[in-house]
């Protein structure tokens, strides 16, 4: 059915990789291309499947991802890189007329703030050119985005308040490790909370507000409001919404090392001379900290994520809980990685899935709300993200 070329080769490469592979009827001509020839060539081995090629790219480079775009002619591009990359791939699918799907919005290096604009602005190119964008399709966003349209779609007339609750009950082991690219968890972590309420944002001061919240399966865990990037693109494509906000779990031991990192200056982006050297602390500590691809061996427990939405249907008040738990071992025992990589390169392949059946294909550069969630939530079952429903229960918020 279709070509597709997969940037990156870390933790959601990897699943997303397997993944693709599995789906051989939908993907039937696959590569991989990432900064480290050898890290795609021990996927491919992993999978054990020899017809997958393998590239060596550095997608901050506009021409060299022209090039490798020109050979290879991919229908859709997987950017699963991290997010200083997207607006030079976004870039290269513009100059080659190829299709865009990422997990991640784009970050400038030097300044750790995320926001759409930078991506939005490509809309009208996408559009001149015939091309589909598909914004943020890992889990949050992606999933999360994907049962709050799926909850718009079926269960309310208006959505007015909507709370995304992310929970890793999972124990790796290590006292400190971060469960994807240490640079960008630890970035968006240590930012202000954002939240929004009345038609406007509301900031806090980083993990101030807090609370516990029961999680199927799981039970109470201390839950922290951070600012996550879905919420600007669902309070504007679902305008009745009155608040949106974005909750995720830390242990103690977690909260009491970032708080070391950051007190001793490890977590600054601003480049210090080291013996002569340029060195930025954050990237050094990433360095010396657990690589994420490699905690998946002795990872037991589950995540549990979903959204808490309460609304009006049928001129009624009713709440709703759409939720997923993943086990970071049946993860780690399909793919080699832990849950957290899985829950996010699983809903990216679903994505290129979508595009290349012709279902979620229109030209411009979109969030996945703005497609027809069913066929996706379809695939979340037959795909390893299966998802429960709770109506009317008690949200806790
Ligand atoms: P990793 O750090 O494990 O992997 C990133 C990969 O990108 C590495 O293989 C790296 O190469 C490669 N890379 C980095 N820079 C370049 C470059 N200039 N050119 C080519 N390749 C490059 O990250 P993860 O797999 O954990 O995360 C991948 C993405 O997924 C990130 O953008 C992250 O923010 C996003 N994410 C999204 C989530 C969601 O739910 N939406 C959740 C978790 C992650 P090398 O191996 O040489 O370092």
């Known amino acids: 059915m279709g070509k597709v070329l997969i ?135 992606g999933v999360t985005s994907v049962y709050t349209a799926y909850a718009a779609k079926h269960h309310f007339d208006e959505i007015h308040y909507l709370d995304i609750v992310d929970c890793n009950a999972g124990n790796h082991h290590k006292a400190f490790a971060t469960n994807f690219n240490p640079e960008i968890n630890i970035r968006e972590i240590t930012q202000k909370g954002l939240y929004w309420e009345n038609g406007k944002w509301i900031e806090t001061e980083p993990l101030e507000i807090h609370r516990p919240l029961t999680y199927p399966r799981v039970g109470a865990r201390e839950s922290y409001l951070l600012h996550h990037e879905e919420l600007e693109s669902l309070v504007k494509n679902y305008p009745t919404i009155k608040r949106a906000r974005f909750w995720m779990t830390f242990g103690q031991e977690y909260l009491t090392h970032l708080r070391v990192i950051q007190n001793i200056g490890m977590a600054s982006i601003v480049p210090i001379d080291y013996n002569g050297m340029q060195i930025v602390p954050l990237q050094f500590l990433k360095a010396v900290l657990p690589n994420p691809q490699e905690l998946g061996e002795n990872y037991d427990g589950e995540t549990s994520i979903g959204c808490r939405i309460r609304g009006v249907k049928d001129g009624k008040e009713r709440t709703y809980y759409v939720y997923n738990n993943c086990s970071h071992r049946a993860a780690y025992e399909e793919t080699g990685m832990q849950g957290v990589s899985y829950t996010t390169g699983v809903p990216a392949m679903i994505g290129a899935m979508m595009f290349l059946k012709g279902i979620w294909r229109k030209a411009g550069v979109f969030n996945v709300e703005e497609f027809d969630p069913d066929p996706f939530m379809e695939q979340l079952n037959k795909q390893g993200l299966p998802w429960h429903e709770i109506f009317d229960g008690d949200l806790e918020l």
């Open 7 to 141: 940037i990156g080769a870390g933790g959601v490469a990897t699943v997303a990789a397997h993944k693709v592979a599995q789906n051989a009827d939908v993907f039937t001509d696959i590569m991989i291309a990432s900064r480290t020839l050898s890290k795609c060539d021990a996927i491919v081995k992993a999978i054990g499947n020899p017809t997958i090629k393998t590239a060596q790219v550095d997608a901050d480079d506009v021409e060299q991802l022209v090039a490798l775009f020109e050979s290879f002619r991919p229908d859709i591009v997987m950017n699963l890189a991290l997010p200083y990359q997207d607006l030079t791939i976004m870039d290269a699918c513009l100059r080659t007329g190829v299709n865009y799907l990422d997990t991640a919005n784009y970050e400038p290096k030097d300044e750790a703030h995320f926001e759409y604009s930078w991506q939005w602005a490509y809309k009208e190119r996408f559009e001149q050119a015939g091309l589909t964008a598909i914004l943020g399709c890992g889990f949050d966003p």
